[in-house]
C-alpha cells in the first residue's frame, strides 16, 4: 500500500489542488447565498413580471337610430342621420386585484360624442341594480371617443335638448344598455393576466386649431415642450395568464373631425377606423363588431387638436386663413375650413386612422414594462359655479356660473358656425366685445346676462348666460364629476370634457407631482377625455383671454382649469394617502324628470301602389371586380323604425354562395367600413333605401347577393318587418 505523505512534504501540485477545491467551495457557497437572498427578496418584494390582475374584456353595439336625429358634435341641425357607415361600440376593460377582486376599476370606451350626465346617472343606477356596491362612480369611468358623426338625443340639460332634436328614448338606451352590456361581457369574462404598458409619438395625425391661442400661455412653458399637441400615444396591451392577447386599450389626443359637418353617416370616425383595423387583425374569421379580442382608442385632451392636417385655407380662393378670427376677405369665417390629408373626408378618416392604429400596433408589439400594484379609485361630486381657489400667496379667483360667448358660435376650423361670428377679439376694435343687435336678441328672447355673470366671466362677450335659465329645464349641469383611478403605478384622470393641450399637461403634471410625492415615483398619468357628464372646453387662464372658440365655450369662467387642478390633486392627495374615505361627500344630481322629448318628425311609412317595401328599384351588375363599387336600391322604409332592435339587427348583408356546403354565408354587415347603407326620404311618407358594398382587393371570386332589411310603419297599422334581396352577381379578381 502506498503510504501517504505528510500535508508539508506535499508537492506544489498538491497545494494547488488545493486551493482550487477552496476557491470553487467558496464560489458555490456565495451562489447558494447569492440565489437565497434572491428568492427570499423575490418573496417579500414584488418581483419583475408580478403577481398580475384579473382582467376582463367587453364590447357592445350602442348605435343609436341612424335616421333623422340630430348629430352630436357640431351643433348643426342640418346634419341629420341619413344612414350608417359603421356601427358604434362601447369596449369595457376590467381590471381587478388578484387577491382582492372587490378593489377593481372599470373603464369604458364609447363610441359617441361624449358621456353626458343623464347616460353616467342612468348607467350608475343600473349597475347598482345588478351588482350593488361592486360597480360605483369612483371605479367606473365613463369616456367618449368624441365621434361627431352618431345620433344625440342622450341629454337632459335645455342646451342639448335644443341641439339634438329633444331627449330621443332610444338613443339614450342605445348608449346605456350598450355600455352596461359592455361591462357586462366583461365581468362575465375575468380571468388571471397581466397588463403592459409602452407609449411613443405618433406623427402626421394632428395639428393645433388655436395655434394663436396656444401662444398666450408663458414662454417659459412653452419652451419646455416640443410641439404644441401632444403626439404622445399611451397604449396598455392586456394578456391572459398564457400570454394569449385579450385586449389593447389606447389614449391619444386628436379630434374625430375627419368627417366634416355635411356628413350625414353614422360613423365613429377616425379612432373608430383605427379600433376596426386593429380588431379585424386580432379578431381573423369573425364578422365586424365579434370577436373575443377588444381594441379601443380612446380620447384624451383634444380640445384644440385637429386631424385636419393641410390646415385651415379659404374654400373659395385656396388661401390660408390662420389669423386670429379665421376670416377670409370673400365669404368671411364661413369659407375657412380645414381638411385633410385626403381629397375628400372618407379618404381623410382612413388616412388618419390607419396612422393612428399603425402606431398603437407597433407599441402594442414592443410592449414589455409590467404594471403591477394595487388599485385605487376617488371620486367627487363638485359645484363648479362657486369654487374659489387660490392662485397665488395672495390673490384667489372664483369660478362661475356657465354661460357661452359669442366666439363658441363662430365654431372652429372643423366646422364654421353659423350667420359669420367670428372666433377672437373684435376686427374693428381689437376688444372682446358683444354685437348690439344679438345682445337685443338675447335680451328679448332668453335673459340679460347679470352684472355678477359678465363680470365674472371678463374678458368673455356672453351670448347665452345659460346658468341663469332654468326653463323648461337648467340649460347645463353645475354638480360635476372629479375622478381618478390608479393601477399600479398607472394613473387615469377622467376629464369633464375638452381640455386643450396646455391645459391638459397643466393637469398631468399637477396630479403626478402629487402623487410622487404623497406616494412613490415612477407613476403614469394619463389623461381621459369626454368623462361623465360634458362641460364644454377647459382653457388655460391665458388662452381664455383672447376669446376664442375655445375659450367662449369655458363654461365655467377664467379660472376653470384651476379649479379642476385643485380638485384632482386632493383626490391624488387622498388616494397617495390612501384617505379616500376621508373626502367630503356631497349629494349627486337628479335624473331630470324628463321621459322623452323628442322634436323630431313622425314617422309614417308609403309605398308605391302595387309595390312591397324591399322591392328593388335599381339592381346590382352582373359582374364586378374588386375594387368596384356593387350598390343596389330597394324600395325602403324609415330606419327609425328599427330603433329598439337595432343592437341585434343590420340593415345589410354581403352574402356569397359557398359551393361546398350548397348555402350562404355572411361576409358582411352594416358595422363594416366597406359597406354604406344610404337612406333617402322621399315626399308622402315614401323612401329609397340605397346599399354599397365597396369590393375590397382581397374578396375572392365567386357568387355573391346583397340583402336588405328593415321595419315599416304605416298608419294605424303596427310596425312590421320586411327585407329585400339583390340579384346574384359574380366578383373577378
Known amino acids: 500500500m502506498e503510504e501517504l505523505l505528510p500535508l508539508s512534504q506535499m508537492g506544489e501540485s498538491g497545494k494547488s489542488t488545493l486551493s482550487r477545491l477552496a476557491i470553487v467551495f467558496v464560489v458555490l457557497l456565495v451562489l447558494v447565498l447569492g440565489v437565497l437572498a434572491a428568492l427570499l427578496v423575490l418573496h417579500y418584494l414584488p418581483n419583475s413580471r408580478g403577481d398580475g390582475y384579473i382582467i376582463g374584456v367587453g364590447r357592445a353595439d350602442c348605435t343609436g337610430p341612424v335616421a333623422e336625429l340630430p348629430f ?80 344625440g338625443g342622450y341629454f337632459q340639460y335645455t342646451t342639448f335638448l335644443i341641439s339634438c332634436g329633444g331627449l330621443i328614448k332610444p338613443s339614450l338606451n342605445a348608449v346605456v344598455n350598450g355600455i352596461v352590456e359592455s361591462i357586462d361581457m366583461a365581468h362575465q369574462n375575468m380571468k388571471k393576466g397581466r397588463i403592459l404598458i409602452n407609449k411613443g409619438p405618433v406623427d402626421h395625425s394632428q395639428l393645433n386649431r388655436s395655434p394663436l391661442s396656444y401662444l398666450q400661455n408663458p414662454e417659459s412653458e412653452r419652451r419646455r415642450y416640443s410641439w404644441n399637441v401632444d403626439k404622445e400615444m399611451v397604449v396598455l396591451k392586456m394578456l391572459n395568464d398564457q400570454d394569449q392577447d385579450i385586449g389593447m386599450l389606447s389614449w391619444f389626443a386628436d379630434h374625430p373631425v375627419s368627417m366634416n359637418n355635411t356628413n350625414r353617416f353614422t360613423c365613429s370616425d377616425n379612432v373608430g377606423y383605427a379600433a376596426y383595423l386593429f380588431e379585424q387583425e386580432m379578431n381573423k374569421g369573425y364578422l365586424t363588431g365579434k370577436g373575443p379580442f377588444v381594441a379601443a382608442f380612446s380620447s384624451s385632451n383634444l380640445g384644440d387638436v385637429s386631424p385636419n392636417t393641410k390646415g385651415p385655407h379659404c374654400i373659395n380662393t385656396g388661401e390660408p386663413c390662420e389669423n386670429l378670427q379665421n376670416y377670409c376677405p370673400v365669404g368671411g369665417a364661413q369659407m375657412c375650413i380645414s381638411s385633410g390629408p385626403g381629397k375628400n373626408m372618407f379618404e381623410s378618416t382612413k388616412l388618419i386612422g390607419r396612422s393612428i392604429y399603425l402606431k398603437a400596433k407597433e407599441l402594442f408589439m414592443t410592449a414589455s414594462e409590467e404594471i403591477n400594484g394595487p388599485i385605487a379609485s376617488a371620486h367627487q361630486w363638485v359645484n363648479m359655479t362657486n369654487v374659489t381657489v387660490q392662485l397665488n400667496a395672495t390673490h384667489s379667483g372664483k369660478t362661475c356660473k356657465p354661460a357661452l360667448g359669442y366666439s363658441f358660435a363662430a365654431g372652429t376650423i372643423d366646422g364654421p358656425g353659423m350667420f359669420n361670428f367670428t372666433q377672437g377679439k373684435c376686427l374693428l376694435t381689437g376688444a372682446t366685445e358683444g354685437v348690439p343687435f344679438w345682445d337685443a336678441v338675447r335680451d328679448a328672447i332668453l335673459a340679460v346676462p347679470s352684472n355678477e355673470t359678465q363680470d365674472c366671466h371678463s374678458p368673455k362677450p356672453i351670448l347665452f348666460p345659460t346658468g341663469e335659465l332654468n326653463k323648461p329645464y337648467p340649460w347645463h349641469p353645475e354638480l360635476i364629476d372629479v375622478q381618478i383611478a390608479t393601477i399600479g403605478s398607472l394613473a387615469i384622470v377622467a376629464l369633464p370634457g375638452e381640455f386643450t393641450t396646455m391645459a391638459g399637461r397643466r393637469v398631468r403634471e399637477a396630479v403626478k407631482s402629487e402623487l410622487q410625492t404623497k406616494g412613490g415615483p415612477g407613476m403614469k398619468v394619463v389623461l381621459a377625455g369626454l368623462c361623465s357628464v360634458y362641460t364644454h372646453y377647459i382653457t388655460t387662464f391665458e388662452e381664455y383671454q383672447i376669446q376664442r372658440y375655445e375659450g367662449a365655450a369655458t363654461i365655467f369662467g377664467p379660472h376653470t382649469l384651476s379649479a379642476y387642478i385643485q380638485s384632482f390633486t386632493a383626490l391624488a392627495k387622498a388616494i397617495a394617502t390612501d384617505s379616500t374615505q376621508d373626502l367630503p361627500k356631497y349629494p349627486a344630481p337628479t335624473i331630470l324628470n324628463i321621459t322623452e322629448l323628442n322634436f323630431l318628425p313622425s314617422v309614417i311609412d308609403a309605398k308605391p301602389l302595387g309595390r312591397q317595401y324591399g322591392d328593388v328599384l335599381q339592381d346590382v351588375q352582373a359582374i364586378y371586380r374588386v375594387g368596384d363599387v356593387a350598390n343596389v336600391q330597394f324600395i325602403g322604409a324609415n330606419p327609425r323604425n328599427s330603433a329598439e332592435n337595432m343592437r341585434n339587427f343590420t340593415f345589410l348583408t354581403v352574402e356569397k354562395y359557398d359551393n361546398i356546403t350548397g348555402s350562404w354565408q355572411v361576409l358582411y354587415t352594416d358595422a363594416s367600413w366597406d359597406t354604406k347603407f344610404i337612406w333617402e326620404k322621399g315626399s308622402w311618407g315614401r323612401s329609397t333605401a340605397t346599399v354599397e358594398w365597396h369590393i375590397p382587393n382581397y374578396t375572392d371570386p365567386g357568387t355573391y347577393v346583397i340583402k336588405y332589411f328593415g321595419h315599416s310603419k304605416e298608419l294605424l297599422k303596427p310596425i312590421l318587418t320586411f327585407n329585400g334581396t339583390s340579384s346574384t352577381f359574380e366578383v373577378s379578381d
Open 72 to 151: 352630436m358634435g357640431y351643433a348643426n341641425l342640418d346634419q341629420t342621420g341619413a344612414g350608417i357607415i359603421s356601427r358604434l361600440y362601447c369596449r369595457a376593460f376590467l381590471v381587478a386585484e388578484p387577491d382582492n377582486p372587490k378593489k377593481r376599476v372599470v373603464f369604458v370606451s364609447a363610441e359617441i360624442g361624449m358621456i353626458s350626465q343623464r347616460v353616467r346617472l342612468e348607467v350608475t343606477k343600473q349597475l347598482e341594480h345588478k351588482y350593488g356596491d361592486l360597480y360605483r362612480p369612483d371605479n367606473v369611468i365613463l369616456s367618449g371617443t368624441h365621434t361627431h358623426s352618431g345620433p
